[in-house]
């Protein structure tokens, strides 16, 4: 006769599987991939650091902030820091995100309903998605087409037939690196009875600026990031349009979200932009010369970017193969063969310093052969 023993762990597996969401128990957590060691091109990070003087200067300054208090809730020195940085209009609001992911969630918390969907072109920014989930909004993917711009057709059918509250254009897009056309995006604004949000996380790589939108269009928003231009470790978002927008959005947000730690050396990251713009206009120009170098790669198909990144399709090998044997010398790239069928055989690869960049494509090579 066998008996089943309970014990205290199966116990407790029980209640937790009572407990939590049926919908979240089936999610997996977001994976990280461990770099270690490795030259790391998978996360569209900047390779540079400060002059040691600056880095002096910072570490300095930081020791005044006082860790005994809460930050600043609205953080407004930080917000003028960037008004100044990016030049926006004081006729514009801005709202802070520990990251734009939270910015995403707050949008999502907002406008979160019974039968409310999320709509975002595929392949696009995958937290879209993934925060649709948690907040149990519908999500639409309208599939982009094979040069990667934007279905205007089927986008404006799935706008029409769910009327989603959010919809999600990312310019320029990750993974593709291209930007839509202006056209179409103004044709999925108009179509929209939503919030349209213009993601521009690559600002700082391509000359494309959508604030101009926000004075013609009262259903547009644009979400920036400080994490692409070098400072990926603070944790700081933005949202810029207009105050009836953000006020309500702003009531999901917990008041402290952004930290002392972050607000002190976002300040003061923001009084030097200039050499983080400087460092963005380096990277510009080693996009270029990885771009046209790859182009001559046999086996590797590379598009134009307006990102800090490039995206590739292997050829002959496939992109796995391609991908382990680049982590067999030491380079980390993101693998996309699998995420989308647009991404089929898809490497993308962030761009790096030129000593970087040239240990990829010294490896590519190898790993090619
Ligand atoms: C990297 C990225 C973000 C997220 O930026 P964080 O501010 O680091 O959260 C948002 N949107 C797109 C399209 C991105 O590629």
């Not at 020791?63 to 930080?78: E, F, K, M």
């Not at 149990?136 to 986008?155: E, K, S």
């Not at 999901?252 to 952004?258: A, D, G, M």
Request: hydrophobic share 45%; proline share 4%.
């Amino acid at each position: 006769m066998s008996r089943t023993v309970s014990t205290k762990t199966d116990v407790l597996a029980e209640r937790v599987k009572n407990l939590v969401r049926e919908d979240v128990r089936a999610m997996s957590a977001y994976h990280v991939a461990d770099a270690g060691g490795m030259v790391k091109l998978d996360a569209m990070e900047n390779p540079y650091g400060w002059p040691t003087e600056l880095q002096q200067q910072w570490l300095q300054e930081l020791q005044t902030v006082s860790l005994n208090r809460y930050p600043d809730p609205q953080a407004d020195n930080v917000k003028s820091g960037l008004r100044r940085a990016m030049g926006i209009d004081e006729k514009h609001s801005i709202l802070l995100g520990n990251g734009s992911d939270e910015i995403i969630q707050h949008l999502a918390l907002a406008m979160a309903g019974p039968g409310r969907s999320v709509l975002a072109p595929e392949p696009s920014f995958v937290m879209y998605r993934v925060i649709a989930q948690f907040v149990q909004m519908n999500y639409i993917g309208v599939p982009l087409q094979a040069d990667f711009d934007l279905d205007q057709d089927n986008m404006l059918a799935e706008i029409k037939q769910h009327q989603p509250h959010l919809i999600f254009l990312a310019l320029s897009n990750n993974p593709t690196g291209n930007l839509f056309s202006e056209k179409k995006v103004r044709a999925v604004i108009e179509a929209a009875q939503g919030l349209v949000v213009l993601d521009e996380a690559y600002t700082a790589f391509t000359d494309a600026d959508h604030l101009s939108l926000l004075d013609e269009y009262d259903n547009v928003v644009v979400m920036r990031t400080v994490s692409k231009i070098g400072l990926a470790g603070l944790r700081l978002g933005m949202l810029v349009g207009h105050p009836l927008w953000l006020t309500e959005i702003d009531k999901v947000r917990l008041p402290y979200n952004i930290n002392v730690l972050t607000q002190y050396s976002a300040e003061f990251a923001l009084r030097h932009y200039d050499l983080l713009m400087d460092q963005a206009a380096i990277l510009c120009s080693e996009r270029e010369r990885l771009l046209k170098t790859l182009s001559t790669v046999a086996g590797i198909d590379v598009w134009p970017s307006e990102a800090n990144f490039l995206l590739l399709r292997c050829q002959k090998k496939s992109a796995r193969d391609v991908f382990e044997a680049l982590k067999q010398r030491g380079v980390l790239v993101k693998l996309l063969d699998g995420a989308h069928p647009l991404l089929a055989q898809c490497l993308r690869v962030t761009v790096s310093t030129s000593d970087e960049n040239n240990q990829f494509l010294e490896a590519l090579s190898a790993s090619l052969s």
